[in-house]
């Protein structure tokens, strides 16, 4: 067991982005995958009611993402980490 939890708020810090900021984030941010670049975020761009982007930033540097999904049922689901 955990004699003591760590506060890492100061840490880190967290963005929920859609729309075009998407794309900009896989974009500017030296993320290198098959969803960089026009095409690969165009269906996120397209449907910002539907889909946006967890950023986790540690001193303004990338490290972690992942897709918040929002269904029909009005329920948030979160997709895949990525580093």
Excluded at 43 to 54: I, S, T
Excluded at 63 to 81: H, N, P, S, Y
Aim: glycine share 8%; charged share 20%.
């Amino acid at each position: 067991m955990f004699s003591e939890l760590v506060d890492v708020s100061d840490l880190f810090t967290h963005h929920i982005i859609s729309g075009d900021g998407i794309a900009d984030v896989y974009n500017n941010r030296e993320i290198f995958n098959c969803m960089t670049g026009a095409l690969g975020t165009a269906l996120y761009v397209a449907n910002p009611d539907v889909v946006q982007l967890l950023v986790i930033e540690e001193r303004d540097v990338l490290k972690g993402r992942a897709l918040l999904w929002k269904t029909e049922q009005g329920f948030t689901v979160m997709d895949r980490v990525h580093p």
